[in-house]
């Protein structure tokens, strides 16, 4: 069984930086690219950014751009998800998640990790 672990996730201010990890854990893992979403309370679960793991292909959803960073570390089989500029509309449970292809859809993630709180406040 295949887990993905987040952490990283906690309380800031408006403003201030936060660095999300997520790594697997158990049988042998393979994906084509992660991602990260997110959830905010009563919405729905969405996009954030993806990359390709072999070649750093990167997207970005629009209300991120220029914000956050998503990354890999294949020595460390980690991803990671700087955010800067942090704002309270970013709040959310943030879940990473693997998928076989480069995509922003959802239903094409097919492992999810638990989800961590961020919680920015104004």
């Known amino acids: 069984q295949v887990q993905l672990v987040e952490s990283g996730g906690g309380l800031v201010q408006a403003g201030d930086s936060l660095r999300l990890s997520c790594a697997p854990s158990g049988r042998a893992f393979r994906a084509y690219a992660m991602g990260w979403f997110r959830q905010a309370p009563g919405k729905e679960r969405d996009f954030v950014a993806t990359?390709?793991?072999?070649?750093?292909?990167?997207s970005y959803d629009d209300s991120v751009k220029g914000r956050f960073t998503i990354s890999r570390d294949t020595a460390k089989n980690t991803m990671y998800l700087q955010m800067n500029s942090l704002r309270p509309e970013d709040t959310a449970v943030y879940y990473c998640a693997s998928s076989m292809t480069l995509t922003k859809r959802r239903s094409e993630f097919d492992y999810w990790g638990q989800g961590t709180q961020v919680t920015v406040s104004s």
């Open positions: 990359i390709a793991w072999g070649t750093g292909i990167t």
